[in-house]
Nanobody
Framework: QVQLVESGGGLVQAGGSLRLSCAAS????????VGWFRQAPGKERRLVAA????????YYADSVRGRFTLSRDNAKNTVYLQMNSLKPDDTAVYYC?????????????????WGQGTQVTVSS
């Protein structure tokens, strides 16, 4: 059984930065796509960034491109989401998820494993 554990959320002022971490246990991220989704109250859960573990290909939603950056630590089996220039619109619960797909997928149902979520709140 794979477990994903997120950390790093919190409260920050607009323009500030946070770094989210997603650590996997039970198996490695090899041959997986690791995605970060976010869900604001009353809105759908949407993919904001993803990385293919084998090739390191990345995807960023238009709303975060240029502000958010993915990175990974193979030895720690951990993916990081560095979030800079945060805006109040970035406020949401952020979820890490892993898919056995070999390419980036956008649908939540295609992700096999999920973390518990971490709250990010950006004040204006």
């Amino acid at each position: 059984q794979v477990q994903l554990v997120e950390s790093g959320g919190g409260l920050v002022q607009a323009g500030g930065s946070l770094r989210l971490s997603c650590a996997a246990s039970g198996r490695t991220f090899s041959d997986c796509v690791v995605g970060w989704f976010r869900q604001a109250p009353g809105k759908e859960r949407r993919l904001v960034a993803a990385i293919t573990w084998s090739y390191g290909n990345t995807y960023y939603a238009d709303s975060v491109r240029g502000r958010f950056t993915l990175s990974r630590d193979n030895a720690k089996n951990t993916v990081y989401l560095q979030m800079n220039s945060l805006k109040p619109d970035d406020t949401a619960v952020y979820y890490c998820a892993a898919s056995r797909s070999t390419k980036v997928v956008f649908t939540t149902s295609l992700y096999n494993y999920w973390g518990q979520g971490t709250q990010v709140t950006v004040s204006s």
